[in-house]
């Protein structure tokens, strides 16, 4: 079973409706025991980073999420979720991520060319880095999905495994060990993106 994890921010039913095309069971839910008997984790996220930080942390989910990433249990950020992974972002502010990864985020008009529209958003091709990774064996390099995001994730040079060009080579995948995020939406990205929820829930157990 997959938990989506729901603390107040998200595409949670269009994501459970994803899983479902996938024929895999999928549980929207804020309860700990439920997410702790889940075999994968998925950490949704629209909005605010500081306003999702903030409700992760009142919930007491990010020690929860925390405990499960140690165990070995594989998580997936989507879109804000992604950023959270990360030691901290400068979206308006300073503010703590998960530090799941090493790396921070950034506004994307510290890089893009300045005639570019913010957000990033709409269609693009994913370029992989260092390979292909397992997340994506069911796709090809260059083929697109749908992005939304007026921030990026820098300074995680090691973990990333796709970008998105946007005059720029923006994050769009990142990896390490049993913790993956998408900076893309996989739930909107139509076939391409099933079958990215479609390799994440194949993955093996991490051993920790």
């Known amino acids: 079973m997959i938990a989506i994890i729901d603390y107040g921010v998200g595409n949670l039913f269009s994501l459970k409706s994803s899983f479902a095309l996938i024929g895999q069971d999928a549980l929207v839910t804020g309860e700990k025991s439920l997410i702790e008997k889940a ?61 799941l990864i090493t790396g921070e985020i950034r506004p994307i008009s510290d890089v893009i060319d300045f005639e570019l529209k913010i957000p990033h958003m709409g269609w693009n091709a994913l370029n992989f880095n260092n390979g292909k990774h397992p997340l994506f064996k069911y796709i090809n390099e260059g083929d697109c999905v749908y992005f939304v ?60």
Do not use: W
Not at 44 to 64: I, N, Q, T, Y
Not at 68 to 91: A, H, N, P, R, T
Not at 162 to 188: M, R
């Open 39 to 99: 075999d994968k984790i998925i950490l949704p996220g629209v909005g605010a980073f500081e306003d999702a930080a903030k409700k992760l942390h009142s919930s007491g989910l990010d020690d929860c999420v925390r405990e499960q990433v140690g165990k070995g249990k594989y998580l997936m950020g989507i879109c804000l979720g992604m950023q959270l992974l990360f030691d901290k972002s400068y979206e308006y502010g300073e503010h703590e991520g998960l530090s």
């Open 149 to 208: 995001h007026s921030f990026y994730a820098c300074k995680c040079e090691d973990s990333i495994i796709a970008t998105a060009d946007y005059s720029y080579p923006l994050t769009a995948a990142v990896a390490k060990d049993n913790v993956i995020g998408c900076q893309f939406h996989p739930e909107k990205s139509g076939d391409i993106g099933l079958k990215i929820l479609k390799s994440f829930c194949e993955m093996e157990d991490f051993q920790c």
